[in-house]
């Protein structure tokens, strides 16, 4: 049963909520009403569906139980051929339970995370304890109302470099969720990088049942899940520095010039389990929700991360310690296009993940 089994202590980088003071009862920490709680809860979920997700693919569930949240991982929704230890799909989970935390501080409720509660349940991503902890900082209220306005943004960005100040807020934002954010400044480590990246779309490209599983994510827009063919971008020309993913149609739009000097940065943590992979999820989400605050736009560059081989030269490159989580390709651009996401009843479960 979710968190029947013994939980974890909250690790450093889980949540600055589990120390300090704590709050046996909801209702000593907030004014919110009984009744109002459910609406609490319930919006706190929405914004958790917001999370990005590899293909859009939304792997999580929640469950709801005297006053914790359960966010567990969607197995049926791992991506067989791109992701198939499922780190991406625990980077996604990882990122609606920072939006979940986000959403709850935006109405002055702290919370507790526990990241993997429970041993005999790799599914249970994690349980967040709502109401315990210190009261949320207000920079995290700030950080909630990117949750609406952020979206993965594959158009080009235009040719303004991104300020040093907003490279330190990035730098800072994942580093408090326990990641670190490394951005490839230098030319040489920017070139090296590209070139992996390509290599690596390279051989997606041939690969039949990798493009099989990106076609059957795709979409006209018919679909609550999956990338409909408005959030696309135009054909990255041959020439361009990055190579961008095509869902579907991209293919058949016109190549556009991209920007020339995007800023590239990669996520990294000190390990590579499914802990750490937790907690760059979070970390993901904080990074990319800055990036929304400071007006900026980000789109993945997941391609690299996604071939182990690959992954592990990208590894040495960066300098042989951390594990590269996850990529971005960050700057100034129009607003990205919403994707669409499954209703809130859709990923409702009951705690031991019965439907
Ligand atoms: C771990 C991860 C890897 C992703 N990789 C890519 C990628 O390589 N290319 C891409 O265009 N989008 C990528 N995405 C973005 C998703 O397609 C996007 O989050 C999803 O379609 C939902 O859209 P939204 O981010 O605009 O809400 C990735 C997302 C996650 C969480």
Redesign the pocket.
Known sequence: MAGAGPKTLPERGESRFTAGRRTTTLDAMTDTAPGALDTVVAEALRAGT?????????PWLFAVRDGEIDVLLDESRVLTVS?PDG???I??CG?AVLNIRLALARRGIACAVSILPDRTRPDLVATLRVGVGRRPPADDVRLAAAIAE?????RPFVDSPVPSVVRHALIRAAREEGARLMLLTEPAAFDAFAALLRRAEHLQRQDEAFLAELEA?SHHGERRD??PLS???PRVPDEAALA??E?GGAARRAAREFERQPLVAVLTTPGDTRRDAVRA?QA?QRV?LTVTAHGLQA?????P??IPAIRAELRTMLGGTDHP???LRIGYGHP????P?RALDDVLVGHSGER
């Open positions: 917001r999370a990005p997700s590899p293909h859009n693919t939304q992701d780190r991406e799909a980077l996604a990122a952020r979206h993965t943004n594959r994510w999956g990338v959030a696309g971008g961008l993913r869902f999820g993901l990319l789109s993945f560059l997941a391609q991360l996604e989580q996850a990529a990205g296009t919403p994707t996401r």
